[in-house]
Nanobody, 124 residues
Framework: QLVESGGGLVQPGGSLRLSCAAS????????IGWFRQAPGKEREGVSCIGSSDGSTHYEDSVKGRFTISRDNAKNTVYLQMNSLKPEDTAVYYC???????????????????WGQGTQVTVSS
C-alpha cells in the first residue's frame, strides 16, 4: 500500500513537501514515480527516482523547482515542490514499479501500484 500526504492549498511561489509512505514494500529496491492529474487532463509523470542507481528524472516544467528524494529509514519518498505555480494544481499520486534493480521513467505503464492521491491547489 502506498499513502500520499502533504498536499494542501498554497499561494503561488509557495512550497509543499509531499510524502509517499509504503507498507508491504521496501521502497529502496523499487523505482518510485510521482504523477499528477489536473481536472480534465490526462495523468502525467512529474518525477521519479530509480532503485538501482538512485537516478532521478523530472518533467520539463518542474525542473529546478521540484526535488525527489528517498528516506530509506522511514521507507518514504518525498517530493519537495518549490516556487509553485497555479498550473501545478492537481491531484498528485505516487506509484511503484514492482521490478527490482530498476532505473525509472515517467510513463504510467511502468508502474504497478498506486496511492490514492493528495490534492495540491496553488491559488491566491
Amino acid at each position: 500500500q502506498l499513502v500520499e500526504s502533504g498536499g494542501g492549498l498554497v499561494q503561488p511561489g509557495g512550497s509543499l513537501r509531499l510524502s509517499c509512505a509504503a507498507s508491504g514494500f521496501t521502497l529502496d529496491v523499487h523505482a518510485i514515480g510521482w504523477f499528477r492529474q489536473a481536472p480534465g487532463k490526462e495523468r502525467e509523470g512529474v518525477s521519479c527516482i530509480g532503485s538501482s542507481d538512485g537516478s532521478t528524472h523530472y518533467e520539463d516544467s518542474v525542473k529546478g523547482r521540484f526535488t525527489i528524494s528517498r528516506d530509506n529509514a522511514k521507507n518514504t519518498v518525498y517530493l519537495q515542490m518549490n516556487s509553485l505555480k497555479p498550473e501545478d494544481t492537481a491531484v498528485y499520486y505516487c506509484a511503484l514499479d514492482r521490478g527490482f534493480g530498476s532505473t525509472c521513467g515517467l510513463a504510467i505503464y511502468e508502474y504497478d501500484y498506486w496511492g490514492q492521491g493528495t490534492q495540491v491547489t496553488v491559488s491566491s
